[in-house]
C-alpha cells in the first residue's frame, strides 16, 4: 500500500484543523471548506476529527499515487509558504510559482484554489501518464 499522507503531518495540522487544514491535507476540500468558515464545526468536529484521523489517513494512502513529489512536503510548503509561491517550485511548475511569488500568490486566489487541488497536482506530477 501507498503510504503517500503521514499521521504525524495529519495531527500537526490538525492543530489548526479548525480551519480545516488536515481535511485539505486529507484530500477533503468541501469538508475543509466547512471546517473553515464555521471554526471546525464550532469546534466539535475538529474534536471528533482527532478520532478520524487514522480513517481519513488510510483512505489518502489509497486514493493517491506515490512517487517522487511527497505529499507532505508539498503541503507544509502550501500552507506555511504559498503566498511565495514555494510549493508550485518543488513540484516543477517555476512560472506559476514565479507569478506566485510577485502577486502574494495570485492575491490569494491561487492558494484557495491550491488548497482545494493540492493532492492532484501531486498525484499527476508522480504519474504524468497516468490518467484518473
Known amino acids: 500500500m501507498n503510504d503517500t499522507h503521514s499521521k504525524v503531518i495529519g495531527y500537526i495540522l490538525w492543530i489548526f484543523g479548525f480551519l480545516g487544514a488536515h481535511r485539505f491535507y486529507y484530500g477533503k476540500p468541501v469538508t475543509g471548506t466547512i471546517w473553515l468558515f464555521t471554526f471546525g464545526l464550532f469546534g466539535i468536529g475538529w474534536l471528533v476529527d482527532l478520532f478520524l484521523i487514522p480513517s481519513m489517513d488510510r483512505e489518502a494512502d489509497l486514493r493517491f499515487r506515490s512517487g517522487q513529489y511527497d505529499y507532505s512536503v508539498a503541503w507544509i510548503l502550501l500552507t506555511f509558504l504559498g503566498f511565495l509561491g514555494v ?37 499527476i506530477n508522480n504519474h504524468p501518464t497516468a490518467h484518473h
Open 87 to 123: 510549493h508550485r517550485m518543488y513540484l516543477g511548475k517555476w512560472i506559476s510559482g514565479i507569478i506566485y511569488l510577485f502577486t502574494l500568490g495570485l492575491f490569494g486566489i491561487g492558494i484557495i484554489y491550491d488548497f482545494w487541488t493540492l493532492n492532484n497536482q501531486v498525484s
